[in-house]
């Protein structure tokens, strides 16, 4: 799950299957008693039609934490942090750095700080297209050290500079859980 509307769909179709939600976060859900595999397969196939998937073994749980905490951090924190990368995700994991690192290299094929970045430059495309805040503000919103270093980073990326981006059409976004 990688949006609101996505933790409603979830919620409406467990409640469909008469489960009630203590809680639903990015890529959690919490209910209020444990069901049985029987159970579990239908809600795995409900959630299946709408293009989603259980995950039940712990390496993939630490991945989908990993995404979804940056994912909240990028687009809905405007990457308020007060520490790096690494200690942030080390203190809402409570696991050592280069365990998670190496994990999330392992299973995505890409490392954290790679997908971090794809993750920026997508929150980059998207308040570039609304054209309410300058490239310096965005850049200082995203915590980049400055327009240059954004820039660059864009163009390495995408392969077009924010300006030219910014001027085409056809503005080339993902959907934040196709990365």
Do not use: W
């Not at 919103?141 to 500079?161: D, M």
């Amino acid at each position: 799950m990688v949006c609101g509307r996505c933790k409603l769909i979830v919620r409406k179709e467990l409640e469909k299957l008469g489960l009630q939600v203590r809680a639903i976060e990015l890529g959690e859900v919490e209910l209020t008693a444990p069901i049985d595999e029987s159970v579990k397969k239908q809600v795995s196939d409900q959630l299946k039609s709408f293009g989603f998937e259980l995950i039940s073994d712990r390496k993939s749980k630490t991945i989908e934490q990993i995404k979804n905490l940056i994912r909240e951090l990028v687009h809905d924190k405007n990457n308020e942090m007060d520490m790096n990368l690494s200690d942030y995700l080390n203190q809402k994991i409570n696991t050592d750095y280069n365990t998670l690192s190496n994990l999330f290299s392992e299973v995505e094929g890409i490392t954290i700080e790679k997908y971090f970045i794809l993750q920026k430059i997508e929150r980059v495309k998207e308040l570039l297209m609304y054209d309410e805040m300058s490239l310096s503000e965005i850049a200082y919103t995203l915590n980049y050290s400055s327009v240059a270093y954004l820039s660059n980073q864009f163009k390495k990326i995408t392969g077009l500079t924010p300006t030219h981006f910014k001027n085409l059409k056809n503005k080339m976004r993902k959907h934040i859980d196709e990365l």
